[in-house]
């Protein structure tokens, strides 16, 4: 499969409403301890709103939830994993992201046998405290060595600046979350987004040929 190189991180449907309309075509629901009411009707209107404007939705950790409101993508982290019922996962036929952060855990995920392979933090982040030091660009190199043809998602302290260069290292997404929800202008640095993105799939595609 192959994936956006603009990948989208957000905690609310209202987000996705606001953003998607822009062009995005890539968007994850990551909604962290709120009751299964609240996240379901989330779940729901990110769908539509994702279907509307041709944005594939992935839901984060709630597998379940994700397949009684048929959905089709999910993204796991490595708790999450262990935890989760990847025979239910995979009759349902839902494509799978899964988090790494160091060597073990992406022996885990690929044992899953997952859509594509996350890796951070790449750089510094304040999205939340994180055990693990900043991978730096080098590992997403060695990452995508690993992992072969599957696609790689590098995320972490990613913006506009420093996304072409962890695609020009072998991922094929830059997931960003703060350089777009805490900028003063949300908007705008989308549509940033968006073009060095764009320029990056054009210039991929015309060395393919």
Not at 129 to 142: C, D, I, N, S, T
Not at 198 to 205: C, K
Request: hydrophobic share 45%; charged share 25%.
């Amino acid at each position: 499969m192959r994936l956006d190189p603009f990948y989208l991180i957000v905690d609310s449907a209202d987000w996705i409403e606001r953003l998607v309309p822009l062009g995005v075509r890539l968007v994850q629901l990551r909604i962290k301890d709120r009751p299964d009411t609240v996240l379901r009707a989330e779940i729901r209107r990110a769908k539509v709103i994702c279907a509307t404007h041709g944005c594939q939705l992935v839901v984060n950790d709630y597998w379940q939830l994700a397949i009684e409101e048929g959905c089709d993508f999910i993204h796991l982290g490595q708790e999450d994993l262990a935890a989760a019922d990847l025979d239910a996962i995979r009759r349902a036929e839902l494509k799978l992201g899964i988090s790494t952060h160091d060597i073990a855990e992406l022996d885990t995920a690929l044992a899953a046998r997952p859509d594509y392979i996350a890796l951070g933090p790449v750089w510094p982040t304040i999205l939340k405290k994180m055990k693990w030091q900043p991978q730096g660009v080098e590992r997403v190199v060695e990452w995508k060595r690993r992992i072969g043809d599957l696609p790689l998602v590098a995320i972490g302290g990613i913006t506009t600046d420093g996304a072409p260069l962890v695609l020009e290292q072998g991922a094929e997404s830059a997931a960003v979350v703060t350089d777009i929800v805490l900028h003063e202008n949300p908007e705008a640095r989308t549509l940033e987004w968006l073009a060095v993105t764009a320029a990056w799939r054009h210039e991929l595609e015309m060395q393919r040929g």
